[in-house]
């Protein structure tokens, strides 16, 4: 089949449609297992499950010490500069040996206490000294991957997530029905493994192009600004996956266990077709930021990202909310108590959408402050509307105050852009009269 001319022309276009094809794929196995989770661990399950990916997602900035934004920045910048690629794979060889030691040993020893706050009980020991196995695997594929997405080699990427998603998935199915809910999280936090190794086994040979592995050295010459990188993915990763994980507990104290399956299932659906917008992220938003110096031409950019990404998330949206019920049905059968969360979760993805596109200028351009500021008053935000509407809306209030949250979130982005770009204009012109 032929890609239609106009998407040619269009390098974003042509990633979406390629992306497309992907998260489809993706999408059809998803429906299947989450059906089947649903079916055989309920809400509560669900719940814990939920729990687990934010583990995972927190372990992933942590043992690569948050440098991927960094790594992807970099290899862009310098792809075709083989000294600067050796410090920047250097310094991140430290950091990620420092990180997945430092991480292995918090969870091995800490498995009960981390067994008992994340799961509210420490049967669940076992599965933390398990992935306290598995943070090698976890460092190594994070880091690989923004190599992937610095020379954005999209192609390459759609073929190995559809490869490590297939055999994820045929893991976890097989587990699931041989141990239940046990089972789906063991397969759950091997997943990096089996990620890893379908990676491995279709790019080697471009690693070895840009990582010269036998010249690496114990030496860290990017130290400082690939920290900036870590300080910023410790704000946008870590502590987003914590607040939900506190959020969940929250609604299951004040609420119900099942009430927070209902959110997580209901997060699940979200991260399904969030996941579409990630790589076209990291692979186009970001290098192209990173190269715009100009108002004018960011606005340009900002311009094109928009008509072409949001009409097909608009709509996209649009259907997910008009079959909410028939959603319910195939994914999450009996779980009809989330239906009134369907249109505040997609107002707010929606708006999340444009924020995280503006949003990019900060790692673009490391504005590390504006960063941070942004993203603790965004988690703020989010955690103090979610304590204050669950009280007066049940479990839709966390819905709401996703929406709440990302509306203000967009406008405070909005502010921190352009006044950098004014900053940057005032200065340029005082520079020239001087």
Do not use: C
Not at 327 to 335: G, L, M, T
């Amino acid at each position: 089949m032929k890609i239609p001319g106009f998407i040619k022309r269009n390098l974003l276009l042509k990633m979406t449609s390629l992306n497309a094809g992907v998260i489809g794929i993706r999408l059809f196995i998803s429906l299947f297992i989450q059906r089947l989770l649903a079916e055989m661990v309920g809400e509560a399950g669900v719940a814990k499950i939920g729990s687990l990916r934010n583990l995972l997602e927190m372990l992933g900035s942590f043992t690569s010490v948050g440098v991927f934004t960094g790594v992807v920045k970099y290899v862009a910048e310098y792809k075709d500069d083989k000294d600067q690629l050796q410090k920047l794979f250097s310094t991140t060889l430290v950091f990620t040996i420092i990180g997945v030691f430092t991480v292995a040993a918090v969870l091995f020893f800490g498995a009960g206490y981390l067994s008992e706050t994340i799961f509210d009980s420490l049967k669940y020991e076992y599965l933390i000294k398990l992935l306290a196995v598995v943070v090698p695997f976890i460092a190594m594929y994070r880091i690989f991957k923004a190599v992937i997405n610095g020379l954005s080699r999209y192609k390459v990427l759609a073929k190995i997530e559809i490869i490590s998603y297939i055999l994820s998935s045929a893991l976890t199915v097989a587990l699931l029905l041989i141990h239940n809910l046990d089972g789906a999280l063991i397969a759950i936090a091997i997943t990096p493994v089996v990620q890893l190794l379908a990676l491995l086994f279709i790019m080697t040979s471009i690693l070895r192009e840009y990582v010269q592995f036998s010249k690496l050295s114990f030496k860290i010459p990017m130290a400082k600004s690939l920290l900036a990188f870590s300080l910023m993915s410790f704000f946008s990763t870590v502590l987003l996956n914590y607040v939900e994980l506190d959020i969940r507990v929250m609604v299951t104290n004040r609420l119900s266990e099942v009430d927070a399956g209902i959110w997580t299932a209901m997060t699940n659906i979200s991260k399904n077709y969030m996941v579409f917008s990630s790589a076209i992220f990291s692979l186009y938003v970001l290098p192209k930021f990173a190269g715009i110096y100009t108002k004018t031409d960011f606005k340009v950019e900002l311009a094109n990202i928009y008509k072409t990404l949001m009409p097909l998330f608009g709509v996209g949206m649009l259907l997910v909310y008009f079959l909410r019920d028939y959603v319910i049905q195939i994914i999450y059968p009996d779980f009809y108590a989330m239906s009134p969360l369907f249109k505040w979760q997609l107002l707010g993805d929606f708006v999340r959408l444009a924020a995280l596109i503006l949003g990019y200028q900060f790692l673009a351009k490391k504005m590390v402050r504006n960063f941070i500021f942004s993203e603790i008053i965004s988690l703020s935000l989010f955690y103090g509307f979610s304590y204050y509407f669950v009280e007066i809306y049940g479990v839709e209030g966390v819905v709401i105050a996703h929406f709440l949250r990302y509306v203000l979130y967009f406008l405070l982005v909005s502010y921190l852009v352009f006044r950098y770009f004014k900053n940057n204009n005032n200065s340029t012109k005082k520079d020239s009269v001087a």
